[in-house]
């Protein structure tokens, strides 16, 4: 049997039908705890800026804030998947097979992004981030700002997920003026699930 090109052309339509209703069905989380930048070429460079200067009595003349950058580049990197489809199975139009397969696709490409920042959020202990620090440490500081912390070492407990929470709330800017961090998510692994819902939902 020669297989048509209208033929092919009405599978792979049927397959990206599967695979879009997947993708838009799927609940990632990583736009919780991350900011989503939109890619525009192969490598992205972010200037980090110091604390934004906070507004100030107006008397006399401007006064003009010099900010602290700390550039870094993000370079963008290609993800794929390919499935092969059996030429015996386009044949006998048993293609329907592939639907569970080409569902998990659209899925694992919605939810791919889950992976890498939660991933890189459990790196945040061993692998130095832009400041040539580590992300969670006990000893961060910017500009002429205070030594901070902003790592915790205790088991996770009600009276601690309270100090914790406490501590964040107590953070400091480069001039030493409250972040106003409010904190709203707590992101644990599975292991920790049961202790997390007992600590928020009691």
Same mark, same amino acid.
């Given at each position: 049997?020669?297989?048509?090109?209208?033929?092919?052309?009405?599978?792979?339509?049927?397959?990206?039908?599967?695979?879009?209703?997947?993708?838009?069905?799927?609940?990632?989380?990583?736009? &919780?705890?991350?900011?989503?930048?939109? &890619?525009?070429?192969?490598?992205?460079?972010?200037?980090?800026?110091?604390?934004?200067? @906070?507004?100030?009595?107006?008397?006399?003349? @401007?006064?003009?804030?010099?900010?602290?950058?700390?550039?870094?580049?993000?370079?963008?990197?290609?993800?794929?998947?390919?499935?092969?489809?059996? @030429?015996?199975?386009?044949?006998?139009?048993?293609?329907?097979?592939?639907?569970?397969?080409?569902?998990?696709?659209?899925?694992?490409?919605?939810?791919?992004?889950?992976?890498?920042?939660?991933?890189?959020?459990?790196?945040?202990?061993?692998?130095?981030?832009?400041?040539?620090?580590?992300?969670?440490?006990?000893?961060?500081?910017?500009?002429?700002?205070?030594?901070?912390?902003?790592?915790?070492?205790?088991?996770?407990?009600?009276?601690?997920?309270?100090?914790?929470?406490?501590?964040?709330?107590?953070?400091?800017?480069?001039?030493?003026?409250?972040?106003?961090?409010?904190?709203?998510?707590?992101?644990?692994?599975?292991?920790?699930?049961?202790?997390? &819902?007992?600590?928020?939902?009691?």
């Amino acid at each position: 049997m020669i297989v048509k090109t209208v033929a092919l052309q009405s599978i792979f339509k049927g397959f990206k039908t599967l695979f879009n209703e997947a993708f838009a069905s799927a609940k990632p989380l990583y736009e &919780k705890i991350s900011t989503v930048v939109k &890619k525009k070429k192969k490598s992205e460079e972010y200037g980090w800026l110091g604390a934004f200067p @906070r507004l100030r009595k107006w008397v006399g003349e @401007r006064v003009i804030n010099s900010l602290a950058a700390h550039g870094y580049t993000i370079k963008n990197e290609s993800w794929e998947s390919t499935v092969e489809v059996d @030429r015996d199975d386009i044949e006998d139009d048993a293609y329907g097979v592939y639907t569970p397969m080409i569902k998990e696709l659209g899925r694992s490409a919605a939810t791919h992004p889950d992976e890498v920042v939660f991933g890189l959020l459990a790196d945040g202990f061993t692998k130095p981030c832009y400041d040539g620090q580590y992300f969670f440490d006990d000893d961060h500081k910017d500009e002429d700002g205070p030594i901070q912390s902003n790592k915790g070492t205790k088991k996770l407990t009600k009276e601690y997920y309270s100090a914790a929470r406490s501590q964040m709330m107590s953070l400091l800017d480069a001039k030493g003026a409250p972040l106003g961090i409010v904190p709203n998510l707590l992101v644990v692994p599975p292991q920790l699930e049961e202790a997390a &819902k007992q600590i928020l939902f009691a």
